[in-house]
């Protein structure tokens, strides 16, 4: 099993606060793994991927962070929110390169 | 960064009728893979086809990639109410992360 478990699947946060983001992974050891977020009527967008335990590789400077404490756990974090940080948030994995990507449920973040 | 664009936007069209979906991309790829989007769900892999490929079958799915225009297409047959979502191709290249269109909106009415 390849499963990926996000949550919470919804929430919503005020402007200022912080923000952690829990992916969990289940399936092969040392997978790759990414956070993306989708805006309204847009596409994906990436915003942090990991090929290791405290291996992070940003694609966007912007008021997010990520974190890999544990072979098949990754965290998005905030310290303080905005309200372009609103979005559907996306976890992923994938076993390599030129392989499909598996992802979890998502999180809806509302900040207000 | 976002590579692919997928055409059109938007898609409605009865059930048993096909629907094609086109994506064009700018640089050069390793495979481009389609994925399917449920309303407010993650998304699912549907196929995956290489840069070395030109056609490539997957149950009702018929998905083509013509380099030297750097396009791909997703047909689905037969479609079913069931196959309403958003349709999403996304691209490969050396790196390890894959580039994502905005996506297109099928309908599909009973």
């Known amino acids: 099993s390849q499963t990926i478990h996000q949550w919470p699947a919804t929430l919503v946060q005020p402007v200022g606060s912080p923000l952690s983001l829990e992916c969990t992974v289940e399936g092969t050891s040392n997978p790759n793994l990414y956070w993306y977020r989708q805006a309204a009527g847009r596409g994906l967008q990436l915003l942090f991927y990991?090929?290791?335990?405290?291996?992070i590789s940003s694609e966007v400077p912007q008021n997010l962070s990520a974190s890999r404490p544990q072979d098949r756990q990754f965290i998005l974090s905030s310290k303080k929110l905005l309200l372009s940080d609103s979005g559907f948030y996306l976890c992923?994995?994938?076993?390599?390169?030129?392989?499909?990507?598996?992802f979890g449920s998502g999180t809806r973040l509302t900040v207000v | 960064s976002q590579q692919g664009e997928e055409d059109p936007q938007a898609l409605s069209i009865q059930e048993g009728e096909n629907a094609t979906m086109n994506c064009s991309y700018k640089?050069?790829?390793?495979?481009l893979q389609w994925y399917r989007q449920n309303s407010g769900r993650g998304l699912v892999h549907l196929i995956l086809?290489?840069?070395?490929?030109r056609e490539k079958h997957s149950g009702r799915l018929r998905v083509t990639l013509d380099t030297s225009k750097k396009s791909s297409s997703l047909l689905i047959t037969a479609s079913r109410a069931a196959d309403t979502a958003s349709y999403f191709c996304?691209?490969?290249?050396?790196?390890?992360?894959?580039?994502f269109g905005k996506g297109t909106s099928l309908l599909v009415t009973p």
């Open positions: 086809i290489r840069s070395n490929e």
């Open positions: 640089t050069s790829i390793n495979n």
């Open positions: 992923a994995r994938t076993s390599g390169q030129g392989i499909g990507y598996t």
């Open positions: 990991s090929v290791g335990i405290g291996q």
């Open positions: 996304a691209t490969s290249n050396s790196g390890y992360a894959l580039n």
